[in-house]
């Protein structure tokens, strides 16, 4: 059984402060994909799809007369680090086991390059499977932010994907009882 769900975190005012700002639609549409992903990278789909829920946590309103200035987000945006921070907070505030809440948070940490030095970066799966995700449902000039979805649908969405979690879950904790040390 898993301290905290999707549906606890995603009802969280601080989520939902924060999920507005990047975009609700985005955020389950990476979940759900880092969901997927995890089986192909055997992952725990608790942990990914957790950190894909909250991987733009940490945006900063990059925004000019309306509209999502990419150009100066991608100049001056640092929100993996500040979503690292602030993701963390929640999990623990929510009781994730702390050890699960630094993975989830490094992996958000490490879920883009827009801030980093060119650098080769070696990333765990857990951390692998957040950045395929998000770039699975990346558009042109962050149009992925701009994506809509009404509260009852999204409610809908991470409940179905919560559903899957819990099912899928106690399968992987059987198959592979140590794939969370290879990460």
């Known amino acids: 059984m898993r301290e905290v769900t999707l549906t606890d975190i995603f009802t969280h005012p601080i989520t939902q402060k924060y999920l507005k700002r990047s ?16 089986f192909k990278y055997n992952v725990s789909v608790d942990l990914a799809t957790k950190a894909a829920l909250l991987h733009d946590i940490g945006h900063y309103e ?4 309306g509209k999502w200035d990419y150009e100066l987000y991608r100049e001056n945006d640092i929100h993996a680090i500040k979503g690292a921070e602030r993701a963390h907070k929640l999990l623990i505030l929510l ?4 050890q699960n809440a630094k993975k989830i948070s490094v ?26 995700a998000d770039e699975m449902d990346e558009e042109k000039g962050g149009n992925h932010h701009y994506k809509q979805i009404d509260k ?4 809908e969405k991470i409940n ?4 899957l979690v819990e099912h899928y879950l106690p399968k ?11 990460m």
């Open 107 to 132: 992996a958000i940490l490490l879920h883009t390059d827009s801030y980093l030095p060119e650098i080769d970066v070696k990333r765990s799966p857990l951390q692998k499977v957040v950045k395929l």
């Open 172 to 182: 992987q904790q059987l198959s592979s009882p140590s794939q969370e040390q290879s």
């Open 62 to 65: 990059w925004y000019r007369q």
């Open 23 to 38: 975009g609700v639609a985005h955020a389950l549409e990476v979940a759900n994909h880092a969901f997927h992903l995890a």
């Open 152 to 155: 009852t649908t999204a409610l």
């Open 160 to 163: 179905y994907l919560d559903q």
């Open 95 to 98: 009781g994730e086991n702390p």
